[in-house]
C-alpha cells in the first residue's frame, strides 16, 4: 500500500516559518513530479509548487519568494519551507505525488498563520 504522510503543520505567527514533509511509503519506485497544494475554508485546492524528478520547482505567485520546495528522490519525500509566512497561508497543505501514471495524495496537514 503506497501512501504519503505529511507533517510539519502547525500555528504559527505571521512573519515565521514552517517546515512540511511528506514521506511516501510502501513502494521502492520513486515518484515523478511531486507537489504541494492547500485548501482553505470555502475555497477550491490551489497549487503551491511542484519539483520535478530532476529537481526542477514551480511555484504560485502568491508565495514565490517565501516557499522553496524540495525533494530527496531515495527517499520518496517532498519538504516544502514556509518562511514569511502571511494568514492567507491558513490552511490544509496536502502533498501529491505522480506515482506511476497516477496521483496520490495525503491526508493533509493543518497550517495556521494567527495575524
Known amino acids: 500500500q503506497v501512501q504519503l504522510v505529511e507533517s510539519g503543520g502547525g500555528l504559527v505567527q505571521a512573519g515565521g516559518s514552517l517546515r512540511l514533509s511528506c514521506a511516501a511509503s510502501?513502494?521502492?519506485?520513486?515518484?515523478?513530479?511531486m507537489g504541494w497544494y492547500r485548501q482553505a475554508p470555502g475555497k477550491q485546492r490551489e497549487l503551491v509548487a511542484t519539483?520535478?524528478?530532476?529537481?526542477?520547482?514551480n511555484y504560485a505567485d502568491s508565495v514565490k519568494g517565501r516557499f522553496t520546495i524540495s525533494r530527496e528522490n531515495a527517499r520518496n519525500t517532498v519538504y516544502l519551507q514556509m518562511n514569511s509566512l502571511k494568514p492567507e497561508d491558513t490552511g490544509v497543505y496536502y502533498c501529491?505525488?505522480?506515482?506511476?501514471?497516477?496521483?496520490?495524495w495525503g491526508q493533509g496537514t493543518q497550517v495556521t498563520v494567527s495575524s
Open positions: 510502501g513502494t521502492i519506485f520513486r515518484f515523478n513530479a
Open positions: 519539483i520535478t524528478s530532476s529537481g526542477s520547482a
Open positions: 501529491n505525488g505522480d506515482y506511476r501514471g497516477s496521483d496520490l
